[in-house]
Each structure stands twice: as structure tokens, then as C-alpha cells.
């Protein structure tokens, strides 16, 4: 959700549904003085989430548009920019949930653009050894899709790695930037010879190798802790003009960590401009503790100390979104760092578990939305006092699922009962971990889940719903006139058996 820029003065056109219609005044009220003139119209549908582009069009006379621009619900689907034209007027979509229309709008919102990042991240493949090419490229693939700049090859030691030059070979050929890892200077050699970029890692002793070769070296320190000896092999490369990252190498938890962050600030202070490089999987892989967190914090530091690369792994099940979170994090800090801000309100991406603003809607509200509906269909919303569901005859609220089951009276009803029954538990879920909740939708998890692409000029296709009662939404809704509502939004068309009322 990017933040709007309005003209002071600009007329917007707000549309929603009945349900929705109160909840938006209200925000809209809030959020006074506005610089723009607000203008909210009910275009005679319950759901405002189920709008589309084919139905504003039917129902919404183009002389009855005076303003200069349409905003509809976030989850509105259909060719807006076909709409556009039609009214001669930008058709823009909202924020998934009314809630948040002042960040929408830039009240509480920073600058959310995050396509800016001035950190590398090199993601390494630690079994490449054990494994054939293609797997290699497969992971390689995966890793640049999540934003990975360079594809690091894993030696292991007493191991051999025959196809080293083959994996090498091949992810040159499909345009990926390489790095040998090995602490073993004939794999370095070797790896650099097939066509690797960056060599990590060499010490003092060890500098002779990027003598040999055109690989930009990572430096490290002679034994561990040892600051002097890596201030000493920066010396000799910085002596000699020659490109280099330098690495003082984070330790674990409780064997050294906040004397290796030191080390680090030391660096930056006795050599403020060379490039450093910083390896997380020492916090990543061996702490038991959510990996989104955890990369948050250290690219904060990274962020301060202006460190240029970052060293990621996904070794343990729990790290497997490491090099996402990475991608997500060097983003976040490089745009609060150029704000002079904190690093609030740009992503949640990172927030895989909690949210800020988990509930849309208090309790009052919701029982307002509820006491407007007049169909049979259950809908479902979550505040922080549990779960609500609802229909015309009547709401229930608890945080248990099972405690609500007996008054649904769905026991005949099996596929009804199933898709009830789903849907209570994301809103249990959601409620339990403080997480947004939209009916018909999955629970959304930051980085930790893939994200379905969603295609929002396609109609969605009748999933969740239930098949057998289609037939008699479709003739409910062919006995509803097709037309605006009057000024009381009287048209009252049942929707669907439930959506998010934004």
C-alpha cells in the first residue's frame, strides 16, 4: 500500500457498500480537516469487498461522478484503468480496510517506497558439494528471486567437490555473480579460475592468493577475535589499491556475540570507508528465535555502520526465509536511514507473527456493521474481544471456535459446516497472534509465507462459497434491480456467504 498524494481542494469519490457505508464516515471524520473534499457513495451493495469494476460501471451513472477522483475498496477486481476512461476520471483502489485510509492517505504514513537497498546479500549454498549441478542452479534461482546478489558455493571441509568448476561454469553462464567459500586455498584457486567473483575468506597469511587471481577477497581474522590481524591484512590490500571486503565475523550467542559487534564498530572507527561484510548465520541458524526479528535487528547495525554486504544461509528449517528477510531488511533500514526515521510504518513484512494493527474494527463497530445485515450469510470479523459472527438473526462472540458451533446451526449442513469451520479457525488464529483477518482470505504472514500473486483485473471464481446454493444467490440477485439505491441504501441483495466488510 503505497501513500497517496492529494491536491489540496482535490474531490475525491469514495465508494463502498451498506455495510461499510457508517464505518467510512466515521474515518473519514476522524481524519478531519481533510485537504481534499470527500465525497461517499453506497453504490448499493452489501459486501463493498466484492465490488468490481463491471458492476461500478452498471450502477453508476458517469453524470452523477462530480469529482476529480474515484477511490473504490482495495479488494475491488476489474480493469480500473477501462473505468478511468469511461468516467473521465482516475479510478483508484483504497486500502484493503477502511481502518486504514489515514495511512493510506499519508497522516501516520512514511515514505514507502522501498526500491532502494546499498547492501549486498550473498546467499550461500552450503551442500553444493553434495549435490549436482541442477540442484545448485535450482537453489541459485530460488535465491536471486528472493533478492540475492551474489550465489555463494559452500566447501566443506575433508569433502570433495569435483564439480565445483561445473556449478561454477553454470551459474556464470545464467548471469549470477559467484563467490568460492572455503577457508582451504586450493579451492579458492580453483573456484576462482572457473569464474568466481569473490573469495571468502582469506587471512593475513593467505593474501598471496589474491595475487594469483582476479576474485575480490573477503578478509577475516587470523583466529577469532583477532582484530589487529584483520586491521593488518586491510592495510596491506588497501597499500596495494586493491578491491576487498573485510569481516571481523559475528560470533554466536553466549560465545561472543556482543564482543564481535564491537569489533565491528571498532572497524568502522579506525577505517570508516572500506567495504565490510557481515555473516548473520551465526545468529540466524543458531538461535531459536523467529529469523525475521533477528534479521531486523542486525541490519539495523548493518545500517548504522554502513556495512555493504551481508553473508545469509538457510540451513536450519527455521532459516528457510533468511535470504527473503535479508532482502526485506536492507530495504526497510536504507529508507528509514535516509528519513532520519525510525524504521516504523515502511513494511510489515517482517512482522511474521504479530501486527501493529491487528483489528480493523472495535467491537462497537462491529456490532454496529452487524445489527445492518439482513440476509442469512454468516459473517466473520475479529477484535481484540474475540471472534465475531453474525448474520440477520443475531451475533455471537467468543475466542473459542467450538464454543460458537452449536448456535450456527449448520449440523446438516456439512459443506457449509467445513467452510464455517475453516474460516473460525484462521479467525482463532488470527486473534490468538494478533494478525489481520479477512474472511474468504488466508491469514497473511510476511515474509515467512510465499504470497500468492493476486490478479485483481480477474473476478474471483466461486471457491469458498458454497456450490450448491449458487443457484439461489443467482436468482436473489436477477430479482434485485440493477440500479442505485435511494438515499437510505435500501437495496439489500445478499452478497455472498461472507467477505470482509471494507
Not at 492517505?105 to 514507502?112: L, N, P, S, T
Not at 583477532?226 to 559475528?250: C, Q
Amino acid at each position: 500500500m503505497s501513500e497517496q498524494v492529494v491536491r489540496t481542494g482535490e474531490r475525491i469519490l469514495f465508494l463502498t457498500g451498506h455495510l461499510a457505508l457508517r464505518s467510512l464516515h466515521r474515518v473519514l471524520d476522524d481524519m478531519q480537516p481533510l485537504p481534499f473534499d470527500a465525497r461517499v457513495l453506497d453504490i448499493g451493495i452489501n459486501v463493498a469487498g466484492l465490488m468490481t469494476a463491471d458492476l461500478i460501471r452498471r450502477r453508476l451513472p458517469a453524470e452523477r461522478v462530480d469529482a476529480d477522483r474515484i477511490v473504490v475498496p482495495g479488494r475491488c477486481r476489474g480493469d480500473l484503468d477501462a473505468l478511468a476512461l469511461h468516467y473521465g476520471v482516475p479510478v483508484q483502489r483504497g486500502p484493503d480496510e477502511v481502518k486504514d485510509l489515514p495511512m493510506h492517505f499519508g497522516r501516520k504514513a512514511k515514505k514507502r517506497l522501498l526500491d532502494r537497498h546499498d547492501v549486498l546479500i550473498f546467499a550461500e549454498i552450503v551442500d553444493a558439494p553434495q549435490v549436482g549441478v541442477e540442484q545448485v542452479l535450482a537453489t541459485a534461482r530460488r535465491y536471486r528471486r528472493d533478492g540475492a546478489d551474489v550465489i555463494d558455493i559452500g566447501c566443506l571441509p575433508d569433502t570433495a567437490f569435483p564439480h565445483m568448476e561445473d556449478c561454477i561454469r553454470a551459474l556464470k553462464t545464467e548471469g549470477f555473480q559467484v563467490s568460492i567459500d572455503s577457508l582451504n586455498t586450493d579451492d579458492l584457486l580453483r573456484g576462482a579460475r572457473a569464474g568466481a567473483d569473490y573469495l571468502l575468506s582469506l587471512k593475513k597469511s593467505t593474501l598471496w592468493v589474491a595475487d594469483e587471481v582476479d576474485a575480490i577477497p573477503v578478509l577475516i581474522p587470523d583466529t577469532p577475535g583477532d582484530l589487529d590481524s584483520l586491521r593488518e591484512a586491510v592495510d596491506i590490500m588497501s597499500a596495494r589499491g586493491n578491491p576487498f571486503y573485510a569481516d571481523p565475523i559475528v560470533e554466536p550467542i553466549h560465545f561472543g556475540f556482543a564482543s564481535s559487534i564491537v569489533r565491528y564498530h571498532e572497524l568502522r572507527r579506525t577505517h570508516p570507508d572500506i567495504p565490510v561484510m557481515m555473516g548473520v548465520g551465526n545468529l540466524t541458524e543458531l538461535t531459536d528465535a523467529d529469523t525475521s526479528g533477528i534479521n531486523a535487528l542486525l541490519f539495523g547495525i548493518v545500517s548504522e555502520l554502513r556495512i555493504g554486504a551481508v553473508l545469509a544461509t538457510e540451513v536450519s528449517p527455521h532459516a528457510r526465509r533468511a535470504v527473503k528477510e535479508a532482502d526485506i531488511a536492507r530495504r526497510v533500514m536504507f529508507a528509514a536511514r535516509e528519513d532520519n526515521a525510525l524504521p516504523r510504518d515502511y513494511s510489515d513484512d517482517l512482522m511474521t507473527t504479530h501486527q501493529r494493527r491487528p483489528f480493523a474494527e472495535t467491537p462497537d463497530e462491529i456490532a454496529d456493521i452487524a445489527s445492518s445485515v439482513r440476509d442469512p450469510n454468516f459473517r466473520i470479523q475479529v477484535s481484540e474481544q474475540g471472534i465475531h459472527i453474525y448474520n440477520r438473526d443475531g451475533m455471537q462472540v467468543h475466542t473459542d471456535p467450538f464454543a460458537l458451533y452449536p448456535g450456527l446451526n449448520v449440523a446438516e449442513d456439512g459443506a457449509h459446516a467445513f467452510y464455517l469451520g475453516v474460516e473460525l479457525a484462521r479467525a482463532q488464529i488470527a486473534w490468538q497472534l494478533g494478525r489481520r483477518y479477512a474472511q474468504d482470505e488466508e491469514l497473511q504472514w510476511g515474509a515467512a509465507v510465499e504470497k500468492k500473486e493476486q490478479d485483481l483485473m480477474a473476478h474471483c471464481a466461486p471457491g469458498t462459497t458454497l456450490q450448491r446454493k449458487a443457484a439461489r444467490r443467482t436468482a436473489a440477485n436477477e430479482a434485485t434491480p440493477d440500479t442505485m439505491p435511494d438515499a437510505a441504501g435500501s437495496t439489500d441483495a445478499p452478497d455472498s456467504a461472507g467477505k470482509s466488510e471494507s
